[in-house]
C-alpha cells in the first residue's frame, strides 16, 4: 500500500471509517516525494530518536523510522491510532503515543523514550498549532535539530530580518534560541483535502545565546512590547505596554542611551539593540 497515493489513502480511510477534522487541521499527504525529503532534512540517523507530532496516516513517520534509530510519534486523534497500528505495522522502532502533545512534559517524555539516543524533531504541523508547538519544542531546551513543514507565512516570518514587513516576536524569538532555515516549499496540491495555503519546511539549529541578556523574561517583555503596537514609535509602543514603574521619560532616556533615534519603530531592532534596551531599562529600577 503506497499511503501517499491518493486513491489508496482514500480505500484506506474508507476502511476505517475515517472523516477528516477541521478544527484538527487534517491534511494528509499525496506526493512521496514530501515526506522523503522532510525526512532526509532533518538529518535524522541511527543515533537519534524523533519526536513526531501529528504522524496522520503515517507518511513521514515511515521515512523517519528508515532513518532514525528510534521514532516516537504523539498523535492527538484517536480515531488515526488504528489506522497507524496497519501502516506501520512492523516498524518496531516506532512507539505511538496517544495525546496533546501541548499537555505532555516534552523534556519528561523525550527522557522517558529516548534511551540515551541524539533528540531530535520533525513534524508536518497542523497550521492552527504551530506557533505553540514550535514554541514548547524551542523551550524544551532538549533537540539537537527542529524540522517542521508549516504554512509559509510563518516560515516567513521566522526567518524575516529586522526592518522588513515580516519581522516581529516570534521572529525574534526564535532567531534568539536557534539559527532557522528555510528548506524548501511544497505547493498544496501535495495535500488531500488542498489548504489554501502553501506550506515550507524549516528546519532550526539552537546556537549558542547571539547577546548578552541577564534576565530573559524581561528581554522578551520588551521585545513584545515593542511590537504589541507596531505601527507606533518604539517609545510609544513601550510606554503604552510596559507600564510603571517605566515612565514614558525612563523610556525615552533608554532610548538615547542605546544610541537609537528617538522615532524609531520596534522593527528595526536587532537581537543586540534589544539586549542592550533590555539591559539599560532594567538598570534604571534596580
Not at 480505500?11 to 512521496?32: E, T, V, Y
Not at 489554501?196 to 548578552?212: H, Q
Not at 521585545?223 to 525615552?252: C, D, W, Y
Amino acid at each position: 500500500m503506497d499511503i501517499c497515493n491518493i486513491n489508496d489513502i482514500k480505500a484506506l480511510l474508507a476502511r476505517h471509517g475515517f472523516h477528516f477534522s477541521k478544527s484538527m487541521g487534517q491534511n494528509f499527504l499525496i506526493q512521496s516525494w514530501v515526506p522523503e525529503d522532510i525526512a532526509a532534512a532533518s538529518g535524522a540517523d541511527k543515533d537519534c530518536c524523533v519526536l513526531e507530532i501529528g504522524p496522520g496516516i503515517g507518511p513521514l513517520t515511515r521515512q523517519l523510522s528508515d532513518r532514525a534509530g528510534k521514532v516516537v510519534a504523539v498523535e492527538l486523534d484517536r480515531s488515526l491510532l488504528p489506522i497507524l497500528d496497519e501502516t506501520l505495522a512492523g516498524r518496531d522502532n516506532v512507539h505511538i503515543i496517544s495525546g496533546d502533545i501541548m499537555k505532555l512534559e516534552i523534556p519528561a517524555l523525550v527522557e522517558e523514550h529516548f534511551n540515551a539516543l541524539h533528540p531530535m524533531a520533525c513534524a508536518n504541523l497542523p497550521y492552527n498549532i504551530t506557533t505553540p508547538v514550535i514554541t514548547a519544542l524551542i523551550q524544551a531546551g532538549c533537540f539537537e535539530a527542529i524540522t517542521v513543514m508549516i504554512q509559509r507565512e510563518v516560515a516567513l516570518r521566522i526567518c524575516a530580518a529586522p526592518g522588513s514587513s515580516d519581522y516581529g516576536a516570534f521572529s525574534v524569538f526564535v532567531q534568539y534560541h536557534t539559527t532557522p532555515e528555510l528548506l524548501f516549499d511544497v505547493p498544496n496540491t501535495c495535500f488531500l483535502p488542498a489548504p489554501k495555503v502553501t506550506s515550507s519546511v524549516l528546519r532550526m539549529t539552537p546556537r549558542p545565546k547571539p547577546a548578552e541578556v541577564e534576565d530573559e523574561e524581561f528581554f522578551f517583555r520588551v521585545v513584545r512590547a515593542a511590537f504589541a503596537q507596531r505601527r507606533k514609535t518604539l517609545h510609544n509602543s513601550l510606554s503604552a505596554a510596559l507600564g510603571a514603574p517605566f515612565s514614558r521619560e525612563m523610556i525615552a532616556q533608554a532610548i538615547e542611551d542605546c544610541g537609537l533615534s528617538p522615532t524609531i519603530r520596534g522593527e528595526r531592532l536587532g537581537i543586540s539593540e534589544f539586549a542592550l534596551l533590555a539591559r539599560t531599562l532594567k538598570s534604571y529600577i534596580i
